[in-house]
């Protein structure tokens, strides 16, 4: 995939020079952004096929920052704001290429339901004690949170259904479906938060991951003393 794709891309850069409408300059600058995009798509893919068979020790919070410094501009394009809360480093043994795909997805579905003006906002932080109850290990939540639409209640149970899109043509209805295929396999979890009411619409997914401990001290509430965070029980 790659190869032709490298023979396309040099294609348009020998075509563009000699396109002098600028109606054709546009079909050209989007026909060049749309092969990026599948260039993009298939590294994405390689990484995760390289990473299928050594899970490794790394920081959710970088996964993150190279996420969203990589779209940021797109967000900008938008007109769409991307904050960050980053409250822990959140290191994690697993496969970092499956979990930089469940937030690439996330984020470009948070980005694509939120208009001019809006807001996307990522956070992580260790999980909450009775989520750790419930996994019976203790981890890291990452939410990313728009001021999209919100999500029709009726839309709600086939949301991880593969093939189930409300994007018409534009999606495929396997984004989610893959991000909780990936999360499940970690033993960890994800759930969906949603409003559609009027200047306060928007959605909410949370992902636990689980980790051998998570320990901080929550920004808030720094001037305290420590408070451990939860740990695994025996």
Request: glycine share 8%; charged share 20%.
């Amino acid at each position: 995939i790659n190869n032709p794709l490298g023979a396309i891309t040099n294609l348009i850069f020998l075509l563009a020079p000699l396109q002098s409408s600028p109606e054709a300059q546009a079909y050209i600058a989007t026909l060049d952004v749309q092969v990026r995009g599948l260039a993009r798509i298939s590294t994405q893919m390689l990484k995760l096929h390289r990473d299928s068979n050594r899970p490794t020790k790394f920081e959710l919070s970088e996964v993150l920052r190279e996420i969203s410094d990589f779209y940021r501009p797109q967000a900008e394009r938008q007109g769409v704001v991307v904050h960050e809360r980053i409250e822990t480093e959140g290191s994690i043994e697993g496969f970092r290429g499956e979990i930089a795909q469940v937030v690439t997805n996330l984020l470009l579905n948070a980005l694509e339901a939120t208009s001019v003006g809006g807001n996307v906002s990522f956070h992580l932080y260790p999980a909450p004690p009775w989520l750790c109850e419930v996994h019976g290990t203790c981890g890291y939540c990452l939410s990313i949170a728009d001021t999209g639409k919100g999500i029709d209640p009726e839309n709600y149970a086939r949301l991880f259904e593969p093939f189930f899109t409300t994007k018409g043509d534009k999606g495929t209805g396997l984004g989610l479906w893959l991000c909780k295929g990936i999360i499940s396999r970690v033993e960890g979890s994800i759930r969906v938060w949603s409003s559609r009411r009027p200047n306060r619409s928007g959605t909410c997914f949370s992902v636990f991951l689980p980790a051998e401990e998570a320990i901080f001290t929550p920004l808030r509430r720094r001037y305290e003393a420590e408070e451990p965070g939860c740990q695994t029980k025996e």
